[in-house]
């Protein structure tokens, strides 16, 4: 106490000053967004509860709460990790997963359900037709990228290259197929391609939780090794890294959460770049362990306080990853034209 008050005296800054006080102002960031993170979700499953508090019919809708709730944690999360380890991959903080044909790949897949079995498709929903649509998009990202980097001419730019011509395809086989729809068929393809939060399974919550869960614990258990890959490929092999092993994985490892994130609501182009680009701007360095937990606060409070201000304000629930999607390509083009593709 005697230090702090002869400190206080000489004009110092005892909390800067002090190691325990250095480390409080290194996890500040991360505090307050997580703060901000739980009260918004305490206000979303709280506010306009039209029953009495404490009484059998407001916890029913307490809990009919928790599914949007826990499709948006795993949402936030799964975006964040997917685009900060894309970053580390390709070493570059312009490009998002989406770029590797992701989104047209879940537009192809439900396009072409609908074009098959037509406007009966709105019925097959379950769990084996959403493991299944992971599984194709997972496998045919394990496929691309086992190909392209197992041969001796394994590039990363061949690779993005690949999968925009990849993507461009998807898209225009999804609008040949669009264009043979009837309208009733249509309006079901349309509802089915709309990103909302509204369309998280309660029934696949517990699958894509445990998916997503399992990866977060491997990304977190390696983020010193992820720190060396992001250095590079001359530095990573100076240090003892096998780089294209791990490059490969965090691939991988990105395209099972994209494909969880997709499944969950849909495509979601710019969101995980919108809150990857906040995080960096506000993370006290550059290391994993300092940028993944800061992005997934900050994905946190942007869906969580986008859904309860259109919800409950608005009245546009439908309209949230809308806002968001304008709001990160924005974002995009402004961080587009001020550094470049760097």
């Known amino acids: 106490m005697a230090s702090i008050v002869q400190l206080a005296s000489t004009g110092e800054e005892p909390l800067a000053g002090h190691p325990v006080g250095r480390a409080f102002l290194r996890e ?29 019919g407001f916890w029913v809708i307490v809990q009919t709460r928790w599914t949007s709730l826990g499709t948006i944690a795993l ?14 991959a390709t070493a570059n903080r312009i ?19 609908v074009f098959v079995f037509g406007t009966s498709a709105s019925s097959m929903e379950g769990i084996p037709k959403i493991v299944a649509q992971s599984a194709i998009m997972v496998v045919f990202a394990s ?19 690949v999968g925009v011509v990849l993507g461009i395809g998807f898209g225009s086989f999804s609008s040949f197929m669009q264009r043979m729809l009837t309208p009733s068929e249509f309006d079901v393809l349309s509802a089915r391609l709309f990103g909302s939060i509204g369309k998280g399974n309660p029934e696949y919550l517990p699958i ?13 258990l390696r983020r010193r090794t992820y720190d060396v890959v992001a250095l590079g490929r001359d530095v990573a092999v100076g240090l003892g890294v096998r780089y294209r092993r791990e490059v490969v994985i965090l691939l991988v490892l990105v395209a099972v959460l994209v494909s969880v994130s997709t499944t969950m609501v849909g495509p979601m182009t710019f969101f995980g770049f919108l ?24 994905a946190l409070v ?30 995009f083009l402004i961080v587009l034209l001020r550094k470049g593709l760097r």
């Open 208 to 220: 894509a939780a445990t998916i997503v869960g399992l990866v977060l614990v491997f990304v977190w």
């Open 143 to 161: 496929i691309l990228y086992g190909w392209l980097f197992s041969g001796p001419r394994a590039d990363l730019h061949l690779l993005l290259l």
């Open 275 to 298: 809150v990857a680009t906040l995080a960096y701007q506000f993370a006290p360095g550059d290391r994993h362990g300092q940028v993944l937990p800061l992005a997934i606060g900050i």
């Open 28 to 56: 500040l960031p991360v505090i307050a967004v997580f703060g901000a993170a739980i009260a918004l979700a305490v206000a979303i499953l709280v506010y306009g509860n039209p029953a009495e508090p404490g009484s059998a």
């Open 95 to 113: 490009l998002t997963p989406s770029i590797l044909g992701f989104d047209a790949l879940y537009v192809l897949t439900q396009t072409a359900l």
């Open 302 to 331: 942007t869906l969580l306080g986008a859904t309860f201000v259109l919800k409950h304000i608005f009245s546009a629930a439908g309209l949230v990853t809308v806002i968001i999607e304008f709001a990160g390509g924005l974002l």
């Open 75 to 88: 949402v936030s999360v799964a975006q964040a990790v997917a685009t900060v380890m894309f970053h580390t």
